[in-house]
């Protein structure tokens, strides 16, 4: 009778490799989500940001600091101008303390300080604009928008908001 060897010890190599194939490709997905899928996670539409994304940092304690390819111009109802850098704190239905973010109201620019989804099933997101809060339908938002150059007649809050108001605030003084 022939003596038979007992079967090779198959090695376990091949099928470690496959699963840290797989566990870093998953992994990979989750680090490389884009902001926009993030918004959508954390029960904000997409679309308040434009496309222009380059990257974005996200803090454990929710702080959101968003780097644009450089500052641009978008409309939503109104006309919305994008700092380079946007910087609030992201919660469920929320980003707030928000700078960065201004909105032509009434042929002024105002500082955005909040976004605000409270019920989802409402249809409306709540934009604080410093001195009033605006009720905007969510269909606004579902697509980033496309944001365009940086308009030189748009004032940003570094560069003149603040001065741009006191003119106003002085001109209508000057009528009293």
């Not at 699963?19 to 998953?26: G, K, P, S, T, V």
């Not at 409306?124 to 579902?142: C, G, P, R, T």
Request: hydrophobic share 40%; with cysteine.
């Amino acid at each position: 009778m022939a003596r038979t060897s007992p079967p090779p010890f198959a090695s376990p190599l091949p099928l470690l490799s496959l699963f840290a194939f797989f566990f870093i490709l998953a992994v990979s997905e989750a680090v490389d989500d884009s902001i926009h899928d993030v918004l959508r996670s954390r029960g904000l539409p997409p679309g308040i940001l434009p496309k222009a994304v380059k990257s974005y940092t996200l803090g454990d304690n929710g702080l959101l600091e968003v780097f644009l390819e450089g500052p641009c111009l978008t409309k939503y109802d109104t006309r919305a101008y994008f700092e380079s850098v946007i910087r609030g704190n992201l919660s469920y239905g929320q980003l707030t303390d928000l700078v960065g973010l201004t909105q032509e109201e009434l042929f002024l620019w105002l500082p955005v300080k909040d976004i605000i989804v409270d019920d989802p099933s409402s249809g409306l997101i709540l934009f604080d604009i410093v001195v009033a809060h605006k009720q905007l339908s969510l269909s606004l938002f579902e697509d980033p928008p496309e944001c365009g150059p940086d308009d030189k007649r748009v004032p940003s809050l570094r560069s003149g908001f603040r001065r741009n108001v006191w003119k106003t605030e002085k001109s209508v003084s000057e009528y009293r």
